[in-house]
C-alpha cells in the first residue's frame, strides 16, 4: 500500500487546514487508518485514528475538538480536518496504515507540513 498525504500549508493561528492522504489500494475494513505528527525537536505523536473493525475514530487530548478523523472508502482516502489550528500544531503530519491483524503501522506516507503562525 503506498500512501501520498497532501494539504499541508503555512497558516495563521485559528485558522483550518484539510489533510488528505490517498492510499493506492482499497483499505476499508482491513487496514486501521491514523494521521501522527512529528514537530521540531518531538517524538512522533499520534493525532487520530479508525479502527478497521468498527470504524470507530479515536484522538489525541490536543486533537479532540478540533480535528477530525474521516474515510472517504470510495476514493480510498483519508482526510484530516484540522480547526482552530495554534502554533504548537506545526510540525510534519504523517499517514499511516497497518493490516487490522499487525500490531504496527507498516505502511506509511512522505509526509505534509504543517505550520502555523
Known amino acids: 500500500v503506498q500512501l501520498v498525504e497532501s494539504g499541508g500549508g503555512s497558516v495563521q493561528a485559528g485558522e483550518s487546514l484539510r489533510l488528505s492522504c490517498a492510499a493506492s489500494k482499497y483499505i476499508h475494513n482491513t487496514h486501521t487508518v491514523t494521521w501522527s505528527r512529528q514537530g521540531p525537536g518531538t517524538e512522533r505523536e499520534g493525532v487520530a485514528a479508525?479502527?478497521?473493525?468498527?470504524?470507530?475514530?479515536i484522538y489525541s487530548d490536543s486533537a479532540k475538538g478540533r480535528f477530525t478523523i474521516s474515510q472517504d472508502n470510495a476514493k480510498n482516502t483519508l482526510t484530516l480536518h484540522m480547526n482552530s489550528l495554534k502554533p504548537e500544531d506545526t510540525a510534519m503530519y504523517f499517514c499511516?496504515?497497518?493490516?487490522?491483524?499487525?500490531?504496527?503501522?507498516?505502511?506509511w506516507g512522505q509526509g505534509t507540513q504543517v505550520t502555523v503562525s
Open positions: 499511516a496504515a497497518r493490516p487490522c491483524d499487525m500490531p504496527s503501522y507498516i505502511y
Open positions: 479508525i479502527y478497521s473493525g468498527d470504524g470507530s475514530a
